[in-house]
Structures are given as C-alpha cells and as structure tokens.
C-alpha cells in the first residue's frame, strides 16, 4: 500500500487545476457561459500583501473556497476572484527605511500570496486577478472619482491633521504613539489643511435604512447604525460678536438651553487658533491643542476622565437669553460629533458638570422631575421621563417635550435655530499626503480653478521619485517635471494635485472590477456587472465591519444614481471569521507564537492545514491553535487515504452503487454502513447550511470513516457490503472535497472513476435516515470499549443495561465501583469508576 503523500497529491492536482482552467467562469456573452445556472459571486476580502501570506489569510481563504466549492456541486456558476490591496502606507515606510521602491516590495509580497494561494488549492479564477496599484486598475479609481466630482460628492475643505514638526509630515492615526511621532519621537501637533473630502453623509439616511435588507450578522449592523449615528434635535447659532462668527451646535435638548453657561470647541475645530490669536493664553491654547489630538476619541471621552480644557479668551451669546457666556477648548469634545462645538449645560450633562466643578463655571438647573423636590443646594440633577422647565423665562412650567418644539419653533422664527437631524457620520476625508497611493486626477490653474483631468488623458501616472519622505508637502511635490502640467481647459500652466487618495477609496469598488476585470474600454460593463452583483456572500474580518464596509456601501449606491450600476447594496451576505491565537494569546512576533503557514503545508500539506483551520472551532468564533490538533486531523487524512488504498485494491469497481440491486437490500454491516453514509451527508450538508459549521462537517466525515473501518473487514466478500464500503468512501471524498480538496478528489476518483467537481453534491436518502436503531457508544472513565445496536427510542435504563451486558465493559468493570453514570440518549454512555 502506497503511503499517505500530501506533497504528491496536491502537486498532481494542483497542475490539474491550472492547466485546465477549472475554476474560470465566463462572463455573459462568452463561450461556454450558461444563463440557465444561478450565479453565486463568493468574495472574500482582498488582502494587503506584505510579506508573506498568514494563519488568518489560510483560514478566511479556506472558509470561501469551501463555501465555493459547495455551490459549484448544488449547480452555481461561481465567481471567486481574487485581487491585492496593493497601495498603503507600510509599503512607503519600507521604501524610507530601505530605499526599496514600494512597487518592488509590493510585487515581491504579491508573487508570494499568488504562490501559496495556489499551493493551498484555493479555487481562484486567476483570469480576474487585479491589483489596486496597477495603472489598468487606478485608470478607473480615477474615473470613480471624476464622476463623484462631477455628481458633486467630492469636494475640498480644511481639515485638521497630525503633523510632525521635525520631519515636517503629515502622520496618520497609527503614527502617532502616546503623542509623539513613531520616527522620531518629536511630540505632535495640530495644522489645518485644505483635503478632498467625499459626501457620504449624503447618504446617511440610506446607508442606515438600508441595513434591514441585508443579510449581515446583527453585532456588525449594530456597529454601522452606531457610526452612522443618527439623532433628532436642534441646530442652534450661537455667536462671537466681538468677532462677528456664527457657531451652530447640534443638541438633542434644546429645552435645556437656558441652563448653557458656558460653550466648548474640540481641539479640532478650525477656529480655535483663530480665536485664541491675541489672548492671555494663546501659547497654553496650541500647546493643548497639539496633545489633545494625539489621544485617541475613546480615551478622551471617558467619563471617568478629568476634565481639563483652556479658556479661549471669547464669549458667545446664548441666543435664549441674550447672555455672554465663555468659550473653551476641550478634549472631552470631540469633532466627530455634531459641529465639534458643544453648549454646555452643567447641571444636566456629567461632563459639563465635572468641567464647570473644575473651572468654578455657574451650574443652573433648568429642568426638574415633576412633583420633585429638588432641595436648593443640589448641584447636579439628570434627566427624567417626567420633566418640566424651571428658571427658563417664559417656557418654566412647560413639559420638556413641549418645552423643545417651542422654543426650537421660537428660535426658528428669525433665524437663530432649526429642527435638525445629526449624524455621528462624516464625511470620508480622503486626501493622504501620501507617495505609494493613487493619484487625484485634478489639476489646479490660477484662472480656471479645479479642473478634472480629461478622461481619455486616464490614468494620471504615479511618476518615480528618488525620496518618499514628506519635506514639508507631500512627496509627489519633489516631482517637479510631473506637477508642472497643461491645464486641461485653457491650456496654460497648471500644477497636479500633490496628495493622493485614502487606500479605502481602491477598495471600496474592486468587487465590481472583478466582474469584468479584463475590460480596457471600461471600469466594467453595466450588463456584465448585473450578471454577477451583488456580491452573494462576503468573508472577512470584523475589523472592517464599519469603514471598509460603510465605504463600499456608499460608492454602490451613488453609482447607481448615476445610472452606472443596478445596486443598492454591494454585499447580500457577510460573514466575519474569528482570530486564531495560540497559546491564549493573538499570534506576534514578539511573543514568539506564530505558526507560519508555509511550514505547516510543507510538513503536513495544504489540505492538513485547510482542515485544521475549519476543524479547530466554529468559524466565526475565536479558536486556540494547538499542534496535537493538527497531527490529529493529519492522522485522519492518512486513515482516509489508506481506507481509499484498501477499498480499491479488496472490491470491483462496479461494486460502488448507491442502492443496492433488487432483491438483494442490504442487511447488517452493509446496511449501517449505508445508514452512516447517509447520516454524513444529511449532517455535511446542514452544517454547511447552518452557518458555515465546517468543524462539525468535518467531525461527521471523520465519524464516517471510524465507521467504515470497524466494518470493512466483515463486509469484504458480500456484494452488498463491498458496496456498501466503496460507497462510504467515495462519500467520505465527496463531503471531505470543499476543505480538503486535493485528498477528497483523490479519494473520490479512485473510487468512482470520475471527477469530484463535476458531480452534483450528494442527496441523502430519507429512507436510510428513518433508522430503528443505531450505534450505542460505551465508554469507561471517557475512553471507547464498546459499542452496541440500541433501539432509538431506549429508554435511558435500557441503555444502561444494555452498556453494562457487553463483555468487554465487563472486563474493564471488574473490581471497580461505578461513581457515576453519564447517558446521551442517541450516542452514549459513559460510566465512571474508581
């Protein structure tokens, strides 16, 4: 007998796969395509590639290939494509550290993915392969961004970014490490910039409405519906006179607006430099502005936090009442919320309270329970469902819902306030100050403005430049031949747009690129595209469950106002995968408990590694690696194989039949074994139904194939038996085929003579489902020593009696007391003694 060769086996196949072109599935319009098959676009989320490919690339690349897989053989036309996310800043921190051009290390790490995606047998289309840093791929980035433009959801306003004085750059959120540079430890500080903005709050409404008609776990709708974020209010205008600036601030409780004593800006807010210019405490202003906005919104809104901020030197009129009041900067708000100004109302609000106890500001209360008494010196009061207005001028002793539209219509009346909705949402800034991303396609001319590239003058090239450092501008600025240009409406002289676009925007339409990926006329073709979107089934982590996600939702939709695409929403189905630790721990280099995939498919094989990744857990939960579980899923790959070996060598191949001839209905050995064969595939293919539970599908082949092996040696020789064991094994093939495919096609054509992808997922049997009896497990102290037939319906007592007739449990009783007796009606006992 041949042994167990994964390298072999998977080489063979492998070659099988590629030169066939077995995973490639043609458009609408080409050879072989077939209307009459439903499609299933299978997408898993696109990887950044560097270095090499990860345990978690293995384990959400196996989850896709595996639902794939399964909708080929229940008659889909399947898309899996795959593609790279190839432009971002690791690659430009690389090129500044090693001088490596981006474009070379990108495309050393994307031959390595391409290799060992095809090492572990992933089922790609590998004609629709992209890349989102190729030219042929950003000529249309490009063009999406020219049409947004054009529908006016682009646009450019000032905005506050991190900067680093020493190397003169721009830092994003990961480069600032407890307020300082990562590079060179100079503290960070606050500038305003003029940035590309998108729209997306435009969308707002829709985005969150949309939610209910997607099938999409409810934690991840729960996380768009939050950063989305929608409240029903009042915009109230608050002004500086001394400056003559109107400053509107968002408020859920405009009854409480004559409780506001004094008004606060978050560090972000543009004006507050512009405020603070001139005043006492101008240098104290920036100084906390520039460490305020190094700490994360998370740590400067707890709040548990002390409250610390920095008078403006300004007031503003609350327009109820006419009184100045002072203004602020302070960390605890933030510009992520509403206008990014606050009025603050102490004696309802806990924050404001805590930072008007720390700066010796008034607290007025201006609402109370009725019927309440509220003793005079209670400082702090919240709110209630029962309220009435107090100390308020001519709105005390108004109900706080009637109080709010009063004095909202009040305030309306001439201009000072409005009803309005707010969403925690804003506007996806986009420009990076970035070298290895995609170029904006504008240019800026001194009579013409902003002007957009032409399309046929697509794609505006990355050119080369010699330093990736920001100096002060964004790099592509040192590209001074490249930024000089004609504009494209007057002619005359023009200058590029320098910063390039947020990695978010290449990735927020790759899944429609896909589609027709091949395509040099166009983005995609509208038919071709309708053929496939949405995409039916998304895989990926729940780290991208808001920007990622909220992004790709945005452009789908805006696109098809546009009439360039069929959609609403870009992904029917979401499933999002678990981590795998190890150790307890998630997996660093640091703490030295990687496992390298490469390693584990060189000693093991892919289709091991594949298993084993499905087997450990549910897969949408986090599971702990440990390598006895892999030698342990190895070990039953082996007995597969050695069962297939056997199988072939002892019966006729015209012994695998799925019913048996008639007149000769199998009975005993042959006939559980036909039972079992049929159990697997009812269980398999629940499990794939129910959510993906691949760990318990491959539990129940490998039941399977215990099965087989307890009774192949009383069934060899029987015609019915022979049967009924090749197949068992040509099952066990079939079912194991979506998470280990080299080994289940193997099996299954050894068996059967005839490819595993190519026939139909198998059907149950209900007739051999509809069992009198079935396989009592024994089990001492939690170890097998026997097994037994049961009546289904036995009750407990008779399978007691039944687990303690056996002679082998008799053996292993002998001088033993029984402490306990453990009974799974339908499977086992298990009896536990001292």
Known sequence: MEPYDPQEIERRWQTVWADEGTWEVPNPGQPAFDETKPKSYVLVMLPYPSGEPHIGHLKVYSIGDAIAHYKRRNGYRVMQPMGYDAFGLPAENNAIKTGVHPRDATERSIASYRHWFRRWGISIDWTREVSTSDPSYYRWTQW??????????????????????????????????????????????????????????????????????????????????????????????????????????????????????????????????????????????????????????????????????????????????????????????????????????????????????????????????????????????????????????????????????????WLAEDGRGRFSVNYRLRDWLLSRQRYWGCPIPVVYCDGCGIVPVPEDQLPVPLPDIQDYAPKGKSPLASAEDWVATECPQCGGPGRRETDTMDTFVDSSWYFLRYCDARNDEAAWDREVVRSWMPVDQYIGGVEHAILHLMYARFFVKALTDMSLLDVQEPFEALFTIGMITREGAKMSSSKGNVVDPAALVERYGADTARSYVLFIGPPDQDADWTDKGVEGVHRFLARLWRLKEEVVARTAPDASTEQPAAGSEPTGGARRLLEKSHWAIDKVTRDIERGFAFNTAIAAVMELVNDAYRLKDGLYGDPAGEAALRFATGTAGSLLFPFAPHLGAEVYEAVEGRRVWEDPWPKPDAALLDRDTFTLVVQVNGKLRARVEAAVDAPEEELLRLALSTDAVKRHLDGKEIVKEVVVPGKLVNLVVR
């Open 144 to 409: 999406i961004f020219l049409k947004l433009l054009e529908r006016g959801l682009a646009y450019r306003k000032e905005a506050a970014v991190k900067w680093c004085p020493k190397d003169a750059t721009v830092l994003a959120n990961e480069q600032v490490i407890d307020g300082r540079c990562e590079r060179c430890g100079t503290p960070v500080e606050v500038r305003q910039l003029e940035q590309w903005f998108f729209r997306i709050t435009d969308y707002a409404d829709r985005l969150l409405d949309d939610l209910e008609g997607i099938n999409w776990p409810e934690h991840v709708k729960t996380m768009q519906r939050n950063w989305i974020g929608r409240s029903e209010g009042a915009e109230v205008t608050f002004r500086c006179e001394e400056l003559g600036i109107d400053y509107p601030v968002f408020t859920t409780r405009p009854d409480t607006l004559f409780g506001a004593t004094f008004f606060v800006l978050a560090p972000e807010h543009p004006d507050v430099f512009r405020l603070a210019a001139g005043t006492p405490d101008e240098e104290r202003v920036h100084e906390y502005v520039n460490q305020a906005i190094a700490e994360s919104a998370e740590d400067r809104s707890a709040e548990e936090r002390p409250k610390t901020g920095v008078p403006l030197g300004r007031t503003v009129t609350n327009p109820v009442n006419g009184e100045q009041i002072p203004m602020f900067v302070a960390d605890y708000v933030l510009m992520e919320y509403g206008t990014g100004a606050i009025m603050a109302v102490p004696a309802h609000d806990q924050r404001d309270y805590d930072f008007a106890r720390a700066f010796g500001l008034e607290i007025r209360r201006v609402v109370e329970s009725t019927g309440e008494e509220v003793p005079d010196d209670a400082a702090f009061i919240g709110h209630s469902d029962d309220e009435r207005l107090i100390n308020s001028g001519d709105f005390t002793g108004m109900s706080s819902p009637g109080a709010t539209r009063a004095i909202t219509a």
